[in-house]
C-alpha cells in the first residue's frame, strides 16, 4: 500500500514487496539505482529515501519510523581546489537486513551495513557496519546491547 500523499518514482529500478506499507509525505527515488524494498517494511511518515548507482536493500519484515533518511549517494570532497558540487559522486550501496527496526529520526549513510534483527535508536547515524541482532545509538551510532 502506497499512501496518495507519497511520491515515488516509479522505474525499473524500484522493487516493493508484498505486504509493506509507505505513509504519507514519504519520497523514494530510483533513478540511477536499484532500491529494492522487502516484503511486509513499514516506512513512516516523512521519511526519505534515495539509491544510486550502489543501490539500497531493505530487508523483510523492517520497520522504519518517521523521517528516517536513507541516502545511497554521497558527494566527493577531495580536492580543495574546486567547489564540491563539481567533484562528482560516490555510491557504495546501503544493505539493511531482515527484522530491523530503524526509530525516528534516524540517518543511514551511503556505506552503511545493518545486519538482520537490529535496532537502531531514534535521532542516530548509522554510518558503518551494524552486526547482526545490535542494539545501536548515538551519532556515529555504536553498539550498546546485542540481541540474544
Not at 550502489?54 to 541516502?71: L, R
Not at 551495513?113 to 535508536?121: A, M
Amino acid at each position: 500500500m502506497v499512501s496518495p500523499r507519497a511520491e515515488v518514482e516509479l522505474t525499473p529500478n524500484l522493487r516493493i514487496g508484498r505486504g509493506s506499507q509507505i505513509s504519507s509525505f514519504v519520497k523514494i527515488k530510483a533513478t540511477r539505482g536499484d532500491l529494492v524494498i522487502g516484503e511486509d517494511v513499514d516506512i513512516g511518515s516523512g521519511s526519505f529515501i534515495a539509491a544510486d548507482s550502489g543501490g539500497v536493500t531493505i530487508g523483510d519484515h523492517a520497520m522504519i519510523g518517521p523521517n528516517v533518511s536513507i541516502a545511497g549517494v554521497n558527494y566527493r570532497y577531495d580536492r580543495l581546489d574546486m567547489p564540491i558540487v563539481q567533484q562528482g559522486i560516490t555510491s557504495k550501496g546501503i544493505r539493511i537486513g531482515n527484522d530491523v527496526w530503524i526509530g525516528a529520526g534516524v540517518v543511514i549513510l551511503d556505506g552503511a551495513q545493518i545486519g538482520d534483527h537490529c535496532i537502531i535508536s531514534p535521532n542516530s547515524v548509522v554510518s558503518g557496519t551494524l552486526e547482526r541482532g545490535t542494539i545501536a545509538q548515538g551519532q556515529p551510532a555504536r553498539a550498546i546491547f546485542v540481541r540474544r
